[in-house]
């Protein structure tokens, strides 16, 4: 049976097309803990060449460990988005997060495209998450502070497209009490550009376009935003006309070694970089810190702090 799961935060209303909204009473006092990662590709075990199996459990449980409010997944969530087993296997190796009631928010990726026609790949991805079904992309609020707004990089984000003005008219119509915006996205706008490896990797048309957009409008606003992608299967740091870009592919899936340029703000070497991110809210303050996963074949898996970040309200 596909996994239904747990939503701590109550639904108040899902409103116009594509929108879910959740809600929990004013937060302005407390922290928030947020995790984030993308690629987990969860399938059967054997499978060691998609997804290494092993990383994917470390990650698991230690996120489980972390308690958060909410976990951010950029996508490729299962290896084949046709294949139930794959969604079945994510359903069994989560237990831990559902036992504990953690939401999980989800982006769409290709991988949950991949191996059938996008009805029936959609309706595998809404059996797995069905307060989302009939919904591509999606807003939920996390107290009075934070929007996650989950975003479909496999629909146009250009401009004049359906998801465009939904972006355009979440982002104008934002509380003034919201400080932070999460994009969260498979396909990444800005990525350090390769010349020699996955060079298909590289930031697409359709995703550059978002990054205009932000361009344009993150520089008018008090609201700090943050980009959290995938599709890349390592970590990359950037800051692009005062909005964050954070590649975090390191959920598990086959590893992809990068030529790291000046503009990337993480410039280690370490390979692979399975990891997960995380960021704690207080105030008007954010917090994000990097974790990596040393050894993942290790009997006991250790994750060491491999780069921070922290971002003000302007």
Known sequence: MVWRPWIRLAII?????GVVIKSRASESTRQLTLVA??????????????SNPLARAALVTRIAGENPDAILIAGDLPWHGGDTGDYDRFSAETAAWRTKGLLVIPALGN?????????????????????????????????????VLALDTMSPLTSGSEQRAWLEDQVAALP???????????HPPVADLQTRLHVDHNPRPNEIALADYLTRTASARRTRFIVITGHIHNYERFVQDGVVYVTSGGGGATPYPVDRTPSDLYQQ????????????????????EMYRLDEPEAP????TLKDSFELSVR
């Open 269 to 288: 070497v370490d390979f692979p970089n399975y990891h997960y991110i995380r960021m704690t809210i207080t105030g008007d303050e954010l917090k994000a």
């Open 111 to 147: 991988h949950e495209f991949s191996q059938c026609d996008v009805p029936t790949c959609l309706d595998h991805w809404w059996q797995a998450f069905p307060d989302l079904r009939g919904k591509r992309w999606y807003a939920t609020a996390l107290g009075d502070k934070v929007k």
């Open 300 to 303: 006991q898996p250790h994750f």
């Open 176 to 186: 003034a009490s919201v400080e932070f915006v999460i994009l969260l996205m498979h």
């Open 13 to 17: 209303a899902v409103i116009a097309a």
């Open 37 to 50: 990662f993308g690629d987990p590709r969860f399938t059967d075990p054997s499978s060691v060449k998609s």
